[in-house]
């Protein structure tokens, strides 16, 4: 398994990528974006998966201790690059049109010119990865200090976080969180420090869902489903729909109903609701399933990386894009709140499709210089005797 786990890892991600470029084909057709010409989000998203690939092909040639190096530069730009999300507050405030940052569907969480934006959030979680991993690859022996287990690594991971939550980007800033934590918990920081951390968290969480009444009403939209369905539940309720429409053979590629103006945002952040209507039980149950293995894949290829840095890095990328695709689903089938995260490598977007191949490409670095034993160089691990009784 493990000398073959990027050969998994790649299938999982062309399955996942084909089954997202199908499933724009067949939604993107009555989106606003495409409005029925040519399908228009098709040949976008299909233009990013070019420079993705591109990305991706990079990435993986590139020695991921490379990434070690350049960790600082790295969190700086990310740093920069969320804070230029604010310019948008800032032109506002002053009375001037914002230059680089725009706002989309009420959230300004984007940086580009015209039609070229990126979000800076999807990119800075990798950058975050990277930092925490090198800090924790670095203070190996003190990683139980207060100093070198909290304190700092959660200067790091706290400013990530709150650039992001700045942003009213609770989705994001919960993954971000979850993730350095998971890197955290993995090095050996303390089960207090953590406790600490966790803590804080959900504090902050709390305080920004009470102080967003937008974000309060997502919340108990999820226990009362049907009483929201009119308003902040739509996408929700409609999304239930969508998968008892399909029931176990799906209504057929192309088929579905709920993509009819019903369900907003069905070719982004609810397009797996999509895959239950027109591919049924067995489409949710395969789209799980390639997730479930680049999970083991990349986790295989983590365990075997030749250092600590490339264990934690493996780690945080595989962890990142498990829990996305685990919050999406969560979201869509309203066991979750609201929380506006694409499903990776499905959901239609080019900023969120280019940060997980930049993720596949290091997975793919990181088993190239795998040390991969074999049963016979593995001294401690004996065979079992069988025991056979003595007559």
């Not at 490379?66 to 999300?85: D, E, I, T």
Request: aromatic letters at 12%; charged letters at 15%.
């Amino acid at each position: 398994m493990a000398k073959r786990s990027v050969l998994f890892l790649l299938l999982a991600v062309a399955l996942l990528i084909g089954l997202g470029i199908t499933m724009l084909a067949s939604t993107s057709f009555f989106t606003l974006d495409g409005g029925g010409e040519a399908y228009v989000t098709v040949w976008k998203q299909a233009l990013w998966l070019g420079v993705a690939l591109t990305a991706c092909v990079i990435t993986a040639l590139v020695d991921y201790n490379r990434w070690n190096h350049w960790r600082w530069y790295l969190f700086g730009v990310a740093s920069v690059g969320l804070l230029l999300c604010y310019e948008y507050h800032l032109a506002k405030l002053v009375g001037y049109e914002p230059l680089i940052a725009a706002r989309v569907n009420g959230a300004s969480r984007w940086i580009g010119f015209g039609t070229m934006r990126v979000q800076p959030s999807e990119f800075a979680k990798i950058a975050l990865i990277i930092a925490l991993a090198g800090w924790f690859a670095k203070h190996e022996a003190l990683e139980r200090t207060l100093k070198h287990g909290l304190l700092l690594p959660g200067l790091i991971l706290g400013s990530i976080v709150a650039l992001i939550g700045g942003e009213v980007d609770l989705g994001n800033g919960s993954v971000a969180a979850a993730v350095g934590a998971g890197i955290m918990f993995v090095a050996g920081t303390r089960f207090l420090y953590l406790g600490f951390i966790g803590g804080t968290g959900i504090a902050a969480l709390a305080a920004g869902i009470m102080f967003a009444p937008n974000r309060f009403e997502r919340v108990m939209a999820v226990f009362e489903l049907e009483k929201y369905k009119d308003g902040i539940g739509l996408q929700q309720w409609v999304s239930w729909l969508a998968f008892g429409s399909g029931g176990l053979s799906g209504r057929g590629l192309g088929e579905g109903r709920m993509k009819l103006s019903y369900l907003p945002e069905a070719h982004t952040d609810f397009i797996f609701p999509m895959v239950g209507e027109e591919l049924g039980l067995w489409g949710v149950l395969g789209t799980v399933g390639a997730f479930v293995v680049l999970l083991f894949a990349g986790m295989c290829i983590s365990s075997y990386a030749p250092n600590r840095f490339g264990k934690l890095l493996g780690f945080g990328l595989t962890f990142l894009l498990s829990l996305e695709a685990l919050l999406n689903m969560g979201v869509t089938t309203a066991l979750l709140p609201n929380k506006g995260l694409p499903l990776p490598f499905v959901s239609y977007g080019g900023s969120s499709l280019l940060a997980a191949m930049v993720v596949v490409g290091i997975l793919i670095n990181i088993h190239r210089q795998g040390v991969h034993l074999t049963w016979d160089q593995l001294p401690v691990i004996r065979r079992k005797r069988r025991w056979t009784p003595q007559l």
